[in-house]
């Protein structure tokens, strides 16, 4: 390029008249820089385009709501699904297991559901759970070590754990007095897992809860209708949702209806 550039001058030079044939490569440039003075032009180097790191869908909020894992589904031909009870459909955009991104499946009762490609007893504990919500936050979550259906998935939140045998069957369900004051055990939450795989957290010790675990209000139409939780935090003991009373002064807890569990686990 330069000596097309050098050539093309000396030409030019020649057209106007008379030139003194460079003698040397200084003559050259000198004379070439009569006619560019400010120097050649230089061409700027490109930049290649910077690419953005890709971020994978993780994050590092504890999931606060209940997980159930299921080993089989009907919708999924005997392959494993997650069920997210206290949660309605829409919610949850997003859900990997160990790894593998679960599809969505069709809601149960309103609930949203996952499904997996394998049984739930071919996943390794613990599981670990990746999942997004609609309002683009993610959360992660881990699974203990029991591959029973509906296994519990704890949100990482309880100190401790205690599990205590029902009493009796009373208005058509499993009951148990459980010898604490609901308040003893902090202001919540609590998480109640039922034998039967089935999980309740109540948010405050303090405040009756029945059916829902938004809420706590009674609900026919809620997957776990037929809970009920009242703290026996001093008086009255009446069944007023604002009656914390229990005539044994500790926890009042009913299973939900159809529920058969014998035993239930107490996380707080």
């Known amino acids: 390029m330069f000596r097309l550039i050098l050539v093309i001058a000396l030409l030019w030079a020649a057209s106007a008249g008379a030139v003194t044939v460079p003698q040397s490569l200084n003559e050259c440039t000198a004379l070439c820089a009569q006619y560019f003075p400010g ?22 909020k504890t999931f606060p709501h209940s997980i159930t894992f299921e080993r089989s589904t009907d919708q999924g031909n005997g392959s494993a699904g997650i069920l ?13 297991v160990n ?3 679960a599809q969505l499946g069709v809601p149960y009762k309103g609930a949203p ?3 997996l490609t394998k049984s739930g007893d071919q996943y390794a504990r613990p599981l670990s759970f990746v999942i997004k919500m609609a309002d683009g936050v993610t959360y992660t979550a881990k699974s203990g070590t029991a ?6 998935v704890s949100p990482g939140v309880y100190k401790n754990s205690k599990t205590y045998g029902y009493y009796n069957v009373a208005n058509g369900r499993q009951a148990w007095r459980i010898p604490v004051r609901g308040d003893s055990l902090g202001p ?28 706590c209000n ?4 809620a997957a776990m209708y037929g ?9 009255p003991n009446g069944k007023g949702d604002a009656d914390q009373g229990t005539s044994h002064g500790g926890i009042y807890l009913h299973a939900p209806f159809k529920d058969t569990s014998k035993s239930v686990t107490v996380q707080w």
């Open 39 to 60: 120097g050649l032009p230089v061409t700027p180097p490109v930049t290649p385009p910077v690419t953005p790191p890709v971020t994978p869908p993780f994050g590092n």
């Open 84 to 96: 997210f009870r206290t949660l309605q459909s829409g919610s949850v955009t997003y859900v990997s």
């Open 99 to 101: 790894g593998e991104v």
């Open 113 to 115: 559901v996952f499904l």
């Open 147 to 152: 591959s029973e259906p509906g296994t519990p």
């Open 188 to 215: 919540g939450p609590i998480k109640f897992t039922f034998s039967s795989g089935k999980t309740f957290t109540v948010p405050s010790t303090t405040r009756t809860c029945r059916d829902r675990e938004d809420t």
């Open 218 to 221: 009674r609900d026919s139409r």
């Open 227 to 235: 809970f009920v939780y009242k703290g026996g935090n001093g008086k």
